[in-house]
């Protein structure tokens, strides 16, 4: 099954903060998030594994809350460049293979 | 290090045509995924490939195919092609075929395919 977004979009100024949220109805091995600029490729973010452990590349943080099923995205002191669509992706047979089933999506538009 | 590459970025074809769709992974990288992205759908996946060897399938119809080269490139085929196939067709690259900690998966330009 497909995850869960929320929100669907989300307006800031810069400076300003953000979470989003990607939860799953099925128990979660990893969760993979991804920003994609519009007309562009979707960028590699970070990977949250369940245990907790983190890796990303950008100054962009996240949680892995296994109980509830869910991931948050955090994103503080927002930039003009922060702007897109943000996806979660989760494997679907725990990591096995590299295919992944992404979320419908987190519009962020990041105003001056 | 080049990213992964894609071609051709933008194809127009009409009902009943084919289609074929190229992926150049990053150098190094052995594992190569392929995505459509459409407004109503989001990010499906398609299928993955390893050593040239098809490692998992996505909910699409036969029309769909692909292949993977002893150079990692890999291609994708529309057959028939129905207005419903008008998409972005990402393809995504990593080294492993196993999604971990240290597997990121990077995403080319894509294709963008209109169907007339």
């Known amino acids: 099954q497909q995850p869960v977004q929320s929100p669907q979009a989300v307006i800031l100024r810069e400076g300003e903060d953000a979470v989003i949220n990607c939860s799953s109805s099925?128990?979660?091995?990893?969760v993979h998030w991804y920003r994609q600029k519009h007309g562009e490729a979707p960028v590699f973010l970070m990977i949250?594994?369940?245990?907790?452990e983190q890796k990303g590349h950008e100054k962009i943080s996240a949680s892995f809350n296994e109980k509830k099923q869910q991931s948050s995205l955090y994103l503080t002191a927002s930039q003009l460049s922060y702007s897109g669509t943000y996806f979660c992706?989760?494997?679907?047979?725990?990591?096995?293979?590299?295919?992944?089933?992404f979320g419908t999506g987190t519009l962020l538009a990041v105003q001056p | 290090k080049a990213g992964v590459t894609q071609t051709p970025r933008y194809l127009i074809k009409t009902r009943g045509q084919q289609v074929t769709l190229s992926c150049s992974p990053i150098?190094?990288?052995?594992?190569v995924s392929w995505y459509q992205q459409t407004p109503g759908q989001g990010l499906q996946f398609l299928f993955e490939?390893?050593?040239?060897?098809?490692?998992n399938k996505g909910n699409f119809p036969g029309r769909f195919s692909g292949r993977q080269f002893s150079n990692s490139r890999s291609e994708m085929n529309v057959s028939t092609l129905e207005l419903g196939d008008s998409a972005l067709y990402l393809c995504?690259?990593?080294?492993?075929?196993?999604?971990?900690?240290?597997?990121?998966?990077?995403f080319g330009p894509g294709t963008r395919l209109t169907v007339l």
């Open positions: 995504a690259s990593s080294l492993s075929p196993l999604a971990g900690p240290y597997n990121e998966q990077f």
């Open positions: 099925k128990a979660l091995y990893s």
């Open positions: 949250l594994l369940k245990g907790g």
């Open positions: 992706g989760t494997p679907v047979d725990g990591g096995a293979t590299n295919k992944l089933i």
């Open positions: 150098s190094g990288h052995r594992s």
């Open positions: 490939y390893f050593s040239e060897t098809q490692r």
